[in-house]
Structure formats: structure tokens, C-alpha cells
């Protein structure tokens, strides 16, 4: 698993883009996009008096196959889910678990104090906890 802060924000995935510009270089007929992940684990968001908690299911996977960036408006969590393959001669009959490469984006409305941010990984769950910062008065 690797952390990362950044000291900006999140703009997260743009589809359909259509400059006046490349319009009308390209003409009406081709518009432009960006490729999107190909799923998205289900998680959980909830709020203890002290921090904020986003728990991942993300089950089948070792710390090393997914990254946690930090955002000044996001927590954005990505990775990779291998196929496996049958053993010897085997062969499936229905696929319904996810595989491929997936992203999680989880806004943020709340200051969080970046240097006390924690992760682990337990059972199949990523646990990604966002201590709330201090307010001033």
C-alpha cells in the first residue's frame, strides 16, 4: 500500500469534453473523452466524533496491489485486482467478482489533519482513517 499527499485538489474524471477550439479542428463529428476505471469497490463512509472513516472492500488483494492518495478536497483510493486463472483444466461458467483496475473517490467536506492520517488492511477491508483537524477559535 502506498500514501501519498498532495497539496492541491481533486479534479476527478472528465467525460465528453468539447473545446470551441478542438471543435473546430476536429469538427462536429469527434468529440473527446477520458477513459474510465473499469469498476468501483463498495465502501462505507461514516464519521466518529473524531475523525472520518472510509472502509473499502477490496478483498483477494495484497497492500502492494492498491494506492491511497490524499487530496485537499479527497481521499482517492486505485489499484489493480489480478484475473486469476483455474488450475489445470478448469474452466469458468460465470465470473460475477470484479477484476481490472478500479478507483474510489471519496470527497472530503471536512479539514483533516494530514500528518495523523492512517490506513490498514484487515479481512478484505482497506480502513482509511481521517483524523479531523482542530478548529481555532
Not at 13 to 30: L, Q
Not at 51 to 72: C, N, Q, R, T
Not at 92 to 120: E, K, M, W
Request: one cysteine or more; charged letters at 25%.
Amino acid at each position: 500500500m502506498r500514501y501519498r499527499r498532495f497539496g492541491y485538489r481533486y479534479t476527478g474524471i472528465v467525460s465528453g469534453i468539447a473545446s470551441p477550439s478542438h471543435a473546430d479542428f476536429w469538427g462536429s463529428r469527434i468529440q473527446a473523452s477520458f477513459a474510465h476505471h473499469q469498476w468501483q469497490p463498495p465502501a462505507d463512509l461514516y464519521e466518529t466524533p473524531a475523525a472520518l472513516i472510509v472502509k473499502a472492500e477490496i478483498a483477494g488483494m495484497a497492500e502492494e496491489d492498491f494506492d491511497i492518495s490524499l487530496y485537499e478536497n479527497a481521499v482517492v483510493i486505485e489499484g489493480v485486482r489480478s484475473w486469476e486463472m483455474p488450475e489445470g483444466d478448469g474452466q469458468y461458467h460465470a465470473v460475477n467478482i470484479l477484476y481490472g483496475s478500479f478507483c474510489l473517490q471519496v470527497p472530503l467536506r471536512q479539514t483533516i489533519d494530514r500528518d495523523r492520517v492512517q490506513a490498514r488492511y484487515d479481512r478484505g477491508f482497506l480502513y482509511v482513517m481521517l483524523p479531523k483537524a482542530e478548529v481555532k477559535p
